[in-house]
């Protein structure tokens, strides 16, 4: 089954029970199994792959300091790449958010949005968690994305 086939059908609510499956799972850098470990790329590989079936692109290896080192907008580009692009003022609970974590600086952390002014993601150090949208990330949401072909609430 095509994804063009396979996706009209998802409603946002498949999106977030496929994430929400993932609360819990300890952090680990580059890893991508619910369970036993993700960092924040990994949990939206994750529930594609959930969702969709196989990832859209290769993961290449990366490091903790990639977006600093490369000075690339490699999560960016592949955000544009695999999902649709919505204004930030328009996500809404299954949308993707991508976060700047300093000014000028490529986008380094990408969560799901979860709820009204809730997120949910990989915590550096700790585990997936789903939080509050607070002042500390609405100042560092860049961007907003929705998942191809899926139903609206």
Known sequence: MTLEMRAADIPRDAILAAAKSWIDTPYQHQASVKGAGC???????????????A?????????????????QETLLMAAQTCLTPIEKTEAQAGDVLLFRMAPNAP?????????HERIL???WGKAVVESYLVPYWTRRHAFSFTFPKIENL
């Open 55 to 71: 990832e859209p692109l290769p993961t290449p290896a990366y490091t903790p300091d990639w977006a600093e080192s490369m000075g």
């Open 121 to 123: 993601h990989a915590y």
């Open 39 to 53: 960092d924040c790329l990994g949990l939206i590989r994750g529930i594609w792959r959930e969702v969709y079936g």
């Open 107 to 115: 986008c380094k952390h990408i969560a799901l949005m979860s709820g």
